[in-house]
T-cell receptor, first 113, second 110 residues
Framework: NAGVMQNPRHLVRRRGQEARLRCSPMKGHSHVYWYRQLPEEGLKFMVYLQKENIIDESGMPKERFSAEFPKEGPSILRIQQVVRGDSAAYFC???????????FGNGTRLTVT | SQQGEEDPQALSIQEGENATMNCSYKTSINNLQWYRQNSGRGLVHLILIRSNEREKHSGRLRVTLDTSKKSSSLLITASRAADTASYFCATEGSQGNLIFGKGTKLSVKP
């Protein structure tokens, strides 16, 4: 039973390019959460999605960032026109129902040069 | 906004000793969770304690919850080098998402 799969594991982008981060939740999980982590820091909540719907995007910057979780396929976190400050580890987590423990992927480490 | 705050920020102990980490939070909760993160990896769920529970055990882990003080503690007994990791507490946000503290970095020396 595969866990939460994130790809790519490492992503390098030049300033101004787009970054697309993918997350396949655990089988049977319809709730997906994206978090961002800077070195030596905790996880900062970005967005919570449930199949085809954004439930809470209060932690996501209004500009350049977007997220989706389509009916078929993985959840995508998209960052347009990346800047150096976007460099971080981005973690995806999933759960079967609301308020249950989260299962995390191993993250995508984005480096903006 | 930060809900949980762990204390201490860093803890260094010898193998075999006990490690205690504390978490304080601000608003009322339905449950509180503890997670562990090894370097370079995603978080792993350790234990969930509900607001009507005062103590919970799982192997060498013991979690307490004091809702009157809005605090929780995680005790790891007879620590091992493999317990070296960062430990985070988490509480639910208004829409069901989890909000994490900044974590306690535990180092267990062999």
């Amino acid at each position: 039973n595969a866990g939460v799969m994130q790809n790519p594991r490492h992503l390098v982008r030049r300033r101004g390019q787009e970054a697309r981060l993918r997350c396949s939740p655990m089988k049977g999980h319809s709730h997906v959460y994206w978090y961002r982590q800077l070195p030596e820091e905790g996880l900062k909540f970005m967005v919570y999605l449930q199949k085809e719907n954004i439930i809470d995007e209060s932690g996501m910057p209004k500009e350049r960032f977007s997220a989706e979780f389509p009916k078929e396929g993985p959840s995508i976190l998209r960052i347009q026109q990346v800047v150096r400050g976007d460099s971080a580890a981005y973690f995806c987590a999933s759960s079967a129902v609301k308020d249950s423990p989260l299962h995390f992927g191993n993250g995508t480490r984005l480096t903006v040069t | 906004s930060q809900q949980g705050e762990e204390d201490p920020q860093a803890l260094s102990i010898q193998e075999g000793e006990n490690a205690t980490m504390n978490c304080s939070y601000k608003t009322s909760i339905n449950n509180l969770q503890w997670y562990r993160q090894n370097s370079g990896r995603g978080l792993v769920h350790l234990i969930l304690i509900r607001s009507n529970e005062r103590e919970k055990h799982s192997g060498r882990l013991r979690v307490t919850l004091d809702t009157s003080k809005k605090s929780s503690s995680l005790l790891i007994t007879a620590s091992r080098a493999a317990d070296t990791a960062s430990y985070f507490c988490a509480t639910e946000g208004s829409q069901g998402n989890l909000i994490f503290g900044k974590g306690t970095k535990l180092s267990v020396k062999p």
